[in-house]
């Protein structure tokens, strides 16, 4: 067990037949994530099939039972559509479930189901990513029915048309050094009327009610007449502005890290752009 979590860590049974995720059988309310390694293949068929087309030593062969290998007659696919189904069920109760894949194609079809959720789709509230280890390739993703953005780095080549509709991050550079561009992104945000922004170094953290940025927020607040105050409920974006030294430049990584409104969160990156690239 794993020394630092093994105290946040429960076990807890299912039944092959019953559900996936039984949170009201087992007495629990909610939990943090899922963790899942799906059974791979469809048939006990495809199982020996894909192990004769290998040539490996001892200590590399597959040493899954066909229960946990095999799930009839989907495969993967399936199992995770499974857990999908009964995730629209449980919501948030469960804040991120997670899965992996062992084929690529798995990824882009499961993925298409993510798409065609409404609770979902609109805020493509996903990420997948990639795992290479010598020359075997896994796949994984993550999907939530809260506010809260999965942060993934990269775009990995072979994961193309898998990512959600609006990009989780905006990365651009200025021609001008680290530490002055820093004192101006905290001047920007300063004048917004956000609801909090917390700073440490090169990176800050701040979280809005409402588009604070447009020409209409703007005029109201000189007029003393936006009401900047909120609480939790209120947090319709929240955000985190990253500066680092490039030789003379400093590149700029505005990332997506709470909320579920990608208009908003494209709004704010332009108008972020715009502005510290003109420098004012």
Not at 38 to 51: G, I, K
């Amino acid at each position: 067990m794993n020394s630092i979590l093994g105290g946040r860590i429960q076990l807890h049974e299912s039944a092959v037949e019953g559900p996936l995720f039984p949170l009201d059988a087992l007495g629990v309310e909610s939990i943090d994530f899922t963790m899942c390694n799906p059974p791979f293949y469809n048939s006990t068929a495809a199982l020996a099939e894909s192990a004769a087309k290998k040539a490996l030593p001892p200590f590399s062969a597959c040493t899954g039972t066909p229960t946990e290998m095999v799930y009839t007659p989907t495969g993967e696919v399936g199992f995770a559509k499974r857990m999908l189904h009964e995730s629209i069920v449980l919501g948030a109760r469960i804040r991120w479930y997670t899965t992996l894949f062992g084929k690529l194609s798995s990824v882009s079809t499961f993925v298409s189901e993510l798409r065609t959720t409404p609770q979902l789709g609109d805020s493509g509230n996903w990420a997948v990513t990639e795992m290479v280890q010598g020359t075997t390739r896994r796949w994984a993703v993550a999907w939530s029915f809260g506010d809260r953005r999965p942060l993934l780095g990269g775009r990995p080549p072979s994961l193309k048309g898998c990512f959600p509709p609006v990009p989780s991050e905006l990365e651009f550079s200025v021609d001008r050094g680290c530490e002055g561009v820093c004192e101006e992104v905290m001047a920007l945000l300063a004048g917004l009327g956000l609801l909090q922004i917390k700073r440490d170094g090169g990176e800050f953290y701040g979280e809005a009610k409402a588009n604070v940025w447009s020409r209409t927020a703007r005029r109201a607040m000189a007029r003393g007449c936006m009401d900047t105050t909120g609480d939790e409920a209120d947090v319709k974006l929240g955000f985190l502005i990253t500066v680092e030294a490039e030789g003379t430049k400093s590149i700029i990584r505005v990332r997506w890290k709470r909320g579920r409104d990608g208009v908003l969160f494209e709004s704010f990156c332009g108008m972020t752009k715009r502005r510290l690239q003109l420098g004012k």
